[in-house]
């Protein structure tokens, strides 16, 4: 066993007697947890033993509604968000380049801990007991800081003034032999008498801004299985809490437990009421002799009316309450009927899908809040403990960033450099299905609200804006060149008419038409069809020689003999009259000739699709 560092046996026995005190403080808000984990994993008679027999009906035979509006809760909080270091000196191109690897150390730090994965638990955690705390765990083998959510049952926090974390406690079990196994110098203090290997033995971890700890509190004496000292000096544990009235956690279920198992109650009594109903005592008249029993069994009596079965009165209230406990309990849970299918949208009501979900959506939205915040604070650790343990060690992360991966090299001491700023942001459309997304954002788009790079950035999908945006404006540079060939086509009849020879630009076009066909980007095919000729005798000092008798030389683009200027039926940028700039290749106005498509999303994101035919002639 190691000792407590540098400090004395004294401090060790206040952070153990402060738990004690803690744990009592505690202790109300324990029972709620536990009552909501036993009816969770269905052991609703052990929250309440006298509503339930002993036997296979002991859990109850409806759907857990807790457990269901939890899962589904917290699978839509779950997703990460997106993380960015935009730096406040973004005015040259260097502090740009050292706020966009900031990000991707980032994003690599997400990545190493696999948050992802444990942002399911987090977040079900959150939403079933009101807070789950996390922490920044220093993992010396791959030298790297490592993010981690811890379990809710069994921490405890300690608060300053200001609401932030002082101290932490977090305790679980681990069976004896377990605790042998990875520390073998405990076995004096597990030593008993009748201790078996299977007994669980309560453990605690303690941690602050001077000292991390793990020790058994309830050993016969002072036991530190291992303890360090916190090389930050601040605690590195993070608290994620549901609001609320006072300062209190309180999971969303606290208070619609009794109503699932007065539900789970009420399915019990109406099984119990159709087996009475089926097995009820079957009433004769006097004059039957024999009863037979089975399939096709034939009772002889003069008065066949008179045989039957008992009647089990069954109140017709008793099925209108279990209604009032269904509706109770999807309220009290905040689960609309919209997340299990029941929509009931109308367009003659008005009232919308959104409307039935409204509070399903703010649920999301509050949640996204207090996580954006945790994360903040759990990555400004992870930055301030690279910086400070591996500061001049170069290091090689691997991540994600808008849903392309990367790795990256990088030193800490200078690609950090004491800027522990973070940006965190869930988007602006997070909580909205993507029709609904995407039509409200092209909607503010339109409208010049917000920015296309804005946009980008806000979508709930995973997107790169800075990619994106250089792709799209390769796209439309490209498409723009296409236009310039195309208006150049457009001028060989033109040409030909006023007497121009134009074969140059017949083979131009046809020179563009074959390097295509191999796989040549456009661009690089236009640079070469349309490079400089080499310079002429008369550009190099030496007057050509002068036909008199010689034509016109007849260049694409050279104006007419007899006159300067563009040929007729052209522009002097080169398009045809009537042609306007961007719509070279394209029918008058820049329409098809043919077939006109026109699509639109109506506001509950269908798609409504028209097409029309028309053919146009020039009067």
Same mark, same amino acid.
């Given at each position: 066993?190691?000792?407590?560092?540098?400090?004395?046996?004294?401090?060790?026995?206040? @952070?153990?007697?402060? %738990? =004690?005190?803690?744990?009592?403080?505690?202790?109300?808000?324990?029972?709620?947890?536990?009552? =909501?984990?036993?009816?969770?994993?269905?052991?609703?008679?052990?929250?309440?033993?006298?509503?339930?027999?002993?036997?296979?009906?002991?859990?109850? @035979?409806?759907?857990?509604?807790?457990?269901?509006?939890?899962?589904?809760?917290?699978?839509?909080?779950?997703?990460?968000?997106? =993380?960015?270091?935009?730096?406040?000196?973004?005015?040259?191109?260097?502090?740009?380049?050292?706020?966009?690897? *900031?990000?991707?150390?980032?994003?690599? $730090?997400? +990545?190493? &801990?696999?948050?992802?994965?444990? &942002?399911?638990?987090?977040?079900?955690?959150?939403?079933?007991?009101?807070?789950?705390?996390?922490?920044?765990?220093?993992? +010396?083998?791959?030298?790297?800081?490592?993010?981690?959510?811890?379990?809710?049952?069994?921490?405890?926090?300690?608060?300053?003034?200001?609401?932030?974390?002082?101290?932490? $406690?977090?305790?679980?079990?681990?069976?004896?032999?377990?605790?042998?196994?990875? $520390?073998?110098?405990?076995?004096?203090?597990?030593?008993?008498?009748?201790?078996?290997?299977?007994?669980?033995?309560?453990?605690?971890?303690?941690?602050?801004?001077?000292?991390?700890?793990?020790?058994?509190?309830?050993?016969?004496?002072?036991?530190?299985?291992?303890?360090?000292?916190?090389?930050?000096?601040?605690?590195?544990?993070?608290?994620?809490?549901?609001?609320?009235?006072?300062?209190?956690?309180?999971?969303?279920?606290?208070?619609?437990?009794?109503?699932?198992?007065?539900?789970?109650?009420?399915?019990?009594?109406?099984?119990?009421?159709?087996?009475?109903?089926?097995?009820?005592?079957?009433?004769?008249?006097?004059?039957?002799?024999?009863?037979?029993?089975?399939?096709?069994?034939?009772?002889?009596?003069?008065?066949?009316?008179?045989?039957?079965? =008992?009647?089990?009165?069954?109140?017709?209230?008793? /099925?209108?309450?279990?209604?009032?406990?269904?509706?109770?309990?999807?309220?009290?849970?905040?689960?609309?009927?919209?997340? !299990?299918?029941?929509?009931?949208?109308? @367009?003659?009501?008005?009232?919308?899908?959104?409307? %039935?979900?409204?509070?399903?959506?703010?649920?999301?939205?509050?949640?996204?809040?207090?996580? !954006?915040?945790?994360?903040?604070?759990?990555?400004?650790?992870?930055?301030?403990?690279?910086?400070?343990?591996?500061?001049?060690?170069?290091?090689?992360?691997?991540?994600?960033?808008?849903? +392309?991966?990367?790795?990256?090299? $990088?030193?800490?001491?200078?690609?950090?450099?004491?800027?522990?700023?973070?940006?965190?942001?869930?988007?602006?459309?997070?909580?909205?299905?993507?029709?609904?997304?995407?039509? /409200?954002?092209?909607?503010?788009?339109?409208?010049?609200?917000?920015?296309?790079? /804005?946009?980008?950035?806000?979508?709930? /999908?995973?997107?790169?804006?800075?990619?994106?945006?250089?792709?799209?404006?390769?796209?439309?540079? *490209?498409?723009?060149?296409?236009?310039?060939?195309?208006?150049?086509?457009?001028?060989?009849?033109?040409?030909?008419?006023?007497?121009?020879?134009?074969?140059?630009?017949?083979?131009?076009?046809?020179?563009?038409?074959?390097?295509?066909?191999?796989?040549?980007?456009?661009?690089?095919?236009?640079?070469?069809?349309?490079?400089?000729?080499?310079?002429?005798?008369?550009?190099?000092?030496?007057?050509?020689?002068?036909?008199?008798?010689?034509?016109?030389?007849?260049?694409?683009?050279?104006?007419?003999?007899?006159?300067?200027?563009?040929?007729?039926?052209?522009?002097?940028?080169?398009?045809?009259?009537?042609?306007?700039?961007?719509? !070279?290749?394209?029918?008058?106005?820049? *329409?098809?000739? %043919?077939?006109? %498509?026109?699509?639109?999303?109506?506001?509950?994101?269908?798609?409504?699709?028209?097409?029309?035919?028309?053919?146009?002639?020039?009067?």
């Amino acid at each position: 066993m190691t000792a407590l560092g540098d400090a004395p046996q004294g401090d060790f026995a206040k @952070i153990r007697d402060l %738990l =004690v005190r803690t744990k009592a403080r505690f202790n109300e808000r324990d029972q709620r947890m536990q009552h =909501v984990l036993a009816v969770r994993q269905g052991r609703m008679r052990d929250v309440f033993p006298d509503l339930f027999p002993e036997g296979p009906y002991d859990r109850g @035979i409806v759907a857990n509604m807790v457990d269901v509006a939890a899962r589904d809760l917290s699978e839509v909080l779950a997703p990460l968000p997106a =993380v960015s270091c935009s730096s406040g000196k973004s005015t040259s191109d260097a502090s740009v380049k050292f706020a966009v690897k *900031r990000s991707k150390i980032a994003n690599g $730090y997400l +990545t190493f &801990s696999d948050v992802q994965v444990q &942002s399911y638990t987090a977040a079900d955690r959150y939403v079933t007991y009101g807070f789950v705390p996390a922490m920044v765990e220093i993992d +010396t083998e791959a030298c790297m800081p490592r993010i981690r959510f811890m379990d809710s049952v069994g921490a405890y926090p300690i608060f300053n003034r200001w609401g932030e974390i002082e101290a932490a $406690y977090f305790t679980f079990f681990k069976t004896r032999d377990e605790l042998l196994h990875m $520390y073998p110098d405990a076995l004096g203090a597990l030593a008993g008498a009748g201790m078996s290997g299977s007994e669980l033995i309560e453990v605690a971890r303690y941690h602050d801004k001077n000292v991390d700890l793990l020790f058994l509190p309830n050993a016969r004496e002072a036991t530190i299985l291992e303890s360090a000292r916190n090389p930050l000096g601040e605690c590195m544990v993070v608290w994620t809490q549901r609001p609320g009235v006072d300062s209190e956690a309180h999971g969303q279920f606290d208070d619609v437990l009794a109503v699932q198992v007065a539900k789970a109650r009420f399915a019990l009594l109406s099984l119990e009421a159709a087996t009475k109903a089926v097995q009820a005592p079957i009433v004769m008249p006097q004059d039957v002799q024999e009863l037979a029993i089975g399939p096709d069994s034939v009772i002889r009596t003069d008065s066949g009316d008179k045989v039957r079965r =008992v009647p089990v009165e069954v109140p017709s209230s008793a /099925f209108a309450q279990q209604s009032v406990l269904d509706q109770e309990l999807r309220q009290g849970s905040r689960f609309p009927d919209a997340r !299990a299918g029941n929509i009931d949208g109308s @367009i003659v009501t008005g009232r919308g899908v959104q409307a %039935l979900m409204s509070g399903f959506d703010t649920q999301v939205r509050t949640g996204q809040a207090m996580f !954006a915040q945790s994360w903040s604070k759990l990555i400004r650790l992870c930055f301030a403990a690279d910086e400070k343990l591996w500061g001049s060690q170069a290091k090689t992360i691997r991540g994600n960033a808008d849903g +392309t991966p990367y790795e990256i090299e $990088y030193r800490p001491d200078r690609d950090i450099k004491g800027d522990y700023t973070v940006d965190v942001q869930y988007g602006l459309m997070a909580g909205l299905e993507p029709n609904r997304a995407l039509v /409200f954002g092209l909607q503010a788009q339109g409208g010049g609200l917000v920015s296309r790079e /804005f946009l980008r950035t806000q979508m709930p /999908f995973p997107l790169d804006s800075s990619e994106q945006e250089q792709k799209i404006d390769v796209e439309n540079l *490209r498409d723009a060149l296409k236009q310039a060939v195309a208006g150049y086509v457009q001028s060989i009849p033109v040409m030909a008419q006023q007497g121009i020879n134009p074969s140059d630009a017949v083979a131009k076009v046809a020179k563009i038409i074959m390097d295509r066909q191999k796989g040549d980007p456009i661009e690089k095919i236009v640079s070469e069809v349309f490079a400089p000729e080499p310079p002429t005798p008369a550009e190099n000092g030496v007057e050509p020689p002068v036909d008199q008798a010689s034509p016109p030389s007849g260049q694409p683009g050279e104006a007419p003999p007899g006159g300067g200027g563009a040929p007729p039926g052209m522009n002097e940028n080169g398009l045809l009259q009537g042609v306007a700039t961007g719509q !070279a290749g394209m029918a008058p106005g820049g *329409r098809p000739d %043919l077939q006109m %498509l026109l699509a639109s999303i109506g506001a509950n994101g269908q798609p409504n699709m028209t097409a029309g035919v028309s053919r146009r002639r020039v009067v």
